[in-house]
């Protein structure tokens, strides 16, 4: 009887000293390690996806933020976790510090300072994003916003996920043309959007970032 109490009292306390083990521990530097490729460029014109790679080449050449290629890689690129509800992304200015919210495997983070976006860049760029904030006007037309980054993994390792697009829209005699790229996942109802005058090409991909 003895025997079995000490073997149950030994199993709880190596169970609770895995747990410690398990605790992150901040502050937590996760570097850069690997470029993921998920699906390639996609095209679309009035909500219809193009599969000719040589139309998709034509309409993202010269576009250097596309043809993302999957590959490790050795950076000094870091995020850093100060604690389970705040992170540095970038540099260690107020502007690089954003707020944390976990539910399950996925981060977001979103920024703790004041961000300004135009209208004609809320109506082009901004429903793009799968994980946005509410725009709430500003003055001249302007909006504020939170910026969010998204990710998936725990404090020691996180896939960052992000997307290249550009886009040319047409609104009566103008044009307009964006291109870039953001730390979000691309939200697929965007494509309802594109019409018979305007073309989207996306490239989704992700970073891996690792503690050393």
């Known amino acids: 009887?003895?025997?079995?109490?000490f073997f149950l009292l030994f199993a709880a306390f190596f169970s609770c000293k895995k747990e410690e083990d398990k605790k992150p521990q901040f502050p937590a530097d996760l570097y850069m390690t690997h470029v993921n490729k998920?699906?390639?460029i996609r095209l679309f014109v009035n909500k219809t996806?193009?599969?000719?790679?040589?139309?998709?080449?034509?309409f993202v050449k010269g576009e250097s933020n596309f043809h993302v290629n999957d590959s490790s890689v050795v950076s000094d690129e870091k995020i850093t976790f100060l604690s389970k509800d705040s992170v540095y992304v970038g540099g260690r200015s107020i502007k690089d510090i954003r707020s944390v919210e976990r539910n399950g495997n996925r981060f977001l983070f979103k920024t703790v300072t004041y961000n300004m976006i135009s209208k004609?860049?809320?109506e082009l760029i901004f429903d793009m994003n799968k994980h946005r904030s509410a725009l709430t006007p500003a003055y001249d037309g302007n909006y504020h916003v939170d910026i969010i980054m998204v990710g998936y993994g725990d404090y020691s390792k996180v896939e960052l996920s992000l997307?290249?697009?550009k886009v040319v829209k047409r609104s009566g005699q103008s044009w307009s043309l964006n291109t870039g790229k953001t730390f979000n996942e691309f939200d697929e109802s965007y494509i309802s959007t594109v019409g018979p005058n305007d073309t989207l090409a996306i490239e989704e991909y992700s970073y891996t970032l690792k503690v050393r």
């Open 1 to 5: 009887m003895k025997n079995i109490a």
């Open 38 to 40: 998920k699906a390639g």
């Open 49 to 58: 996806e193009i599969k000719d790679k040589a139309i998709i080449d034509k």
């Open 120 to 122: 004609s860049r809320a």
């Open 163 to 165: 997307f290249s697009y």
